[in-house]
Each structure stands twice: as C-alpha cells, then as structure tokens.
T-cell receptor, first 112, second 110 residues
C-alpha cells in the first residue's frame, strides 16, 4: 500500500463514451503524475502537476484531459478514445519534483 | 532522445543470486531508480543511486557508474515472491521526470 489510490481499478468503455479516472493521495505530496503503461513498452509520462499547476504535457492527444482541483486529487478525463489507448494508467505522487515516486495500483482501461 | 535499456526476461532458481543490468543514455541525469512491479500491482520503490558506487539494502543492492551510463540491481537469496518485473528509471534534469526502461521480467523457479 503506497498511499496513492486510484479508481476504478478496471474500466471498459466504448469509443464514444466519456469517463474519468481518479487518483487520490493524502501524503502531503506536491507533485502528481499520470503515466501510461502499455504491453511491452516502457512507462510513458503523460502529465505532470506541481502544486496544482500543470507543468508538462508530454505531447498527449487532446482526447486525454487532466484536471488537478487540489493537491490531493488528480483526474484524467477521457473522451472519444481509440482501441490503441487500452493500457494500464498509473498515477504517481512525489513529495516534490526531485524525490522518488509513489505509484497507485493503476486503472486497467479497455477501449472497445 | 532518451534511451534506457535492460533485458526483457531473466530466470533464476530459489536461493540464487541474480544481477539485472541497465544502461542509459539521457540528456540529463539526476539519479537512477529501481522499482519492482508484480503483475497487476503498482510499481514499488526499491533503490536510488545518484553517486557512483554500491547501495545495499537487505537482500537487494544497486550499483551505479555514471561515466559508463550503467547500473545493476543485485538480488541475493532469491525467493519465489521475487518473481516480478524490475523497472530501471532515470531522472532527467527537468521537472523531476522519470524515464523508464521496458522492465525485466524475472521468474524465480523452485
């Protein structure tokens, strides 16, 4: 248990659906991240938030939209996804930008 | 670009020692991390090296050579529960971002 909680753990959605992934941490960390983990590929950084400000958008398609309403919560809003977006989406938090990352359990997303 | 390279798969037997290598080429370097990830679970932090040399933590040790762009994770007295994917990650110089390798799937046999 890392203290980073993601919901839902599993999600199946159609290409025309809109859904949101949620990440929550009460560790007092100031930096939060979204990563994508596809089979046989390295973890890919998607978004970085530091003190609730988005500091990096790693060339992610606009069908993925992050939101960080406060330092404890991070969302990833999904709309009109493609089957190739099926992957494990991991949230991570860090006390600050220069410390180790604590990962959530991930959301296994399947787009049909 | 960033390149983190590690073997895809390794196997070993219970009680043995295994070394997982990682080589990297990144535009900046601010530390190297090893994470363990069991199937269907979150990656968990194992070790961190920022200076050259060996860091020992129980059955696990990690080594770094910055001049060679090389690290290894050494696992001693292997147990069945050590079967997992081991991720090598390098922290770049901007925004604390981590660049990950593809992971090494370790299988420990009885």
């Amino acid at each position: 248990e890392t203290g980073v909680t993601q919901t839902p753990r599993h999600l199946v959605m159609g290409m025309t659906n809109k859904k949101s992934l949620k990440c929550e941490q009460h560790l007092g960390h100031n930096a939060m991240y979204w990563y994508k983990q596809s089979a046989k590929k390295p973890l890919e950084l998607m978004f970085v938030y530091s003190l609730e400000e988005r500091v990096e958008n790693n060339s992610v398609p606009s069908r993925f939209s992050p939101e960080c309403p406060n330092s404890s919560h991070l969302f990833l809003h999904l709309h009109t996804l493609q089957p190739e977006d099926s992957a494990l989406y991991l949230c991570a938090s860090q006390p600050d930008l220069n410390t180790e990352a604590f990962f959530g359990q991930g959301t296994r997303l399947t787009v049909v | 670009g960033q390149n983190i390279d590690q073997p895809t798969e390794m196997t070993a037997t219970e009680g043995a020692i295994v070394q997982i290598n990682c080589t990297y080429q990144t535009s900046g370097f601010n530390g190297l991390f090893w994470y363990q990830q069991h199937a269907g679970e979150a990656p968990t932090f194992l070790s961190y090296n920022v200076l050259d040399g060996l860091e020992e933590k129980g059955r696990f040790s990690s080594f770094l050579s910055r001049s060679k762009g090389y690290s290894y994770l050494l696992l001693k007295e292997l147990q069945m529960k050590d079967s997992a994917s081991y991720l090598c990650a390098v922290r770049g110089s901007t925004l604390g971002r981590l660049y990950f390798g593809r992971g090494t799937q370790l299988t420990v046999w009885p």
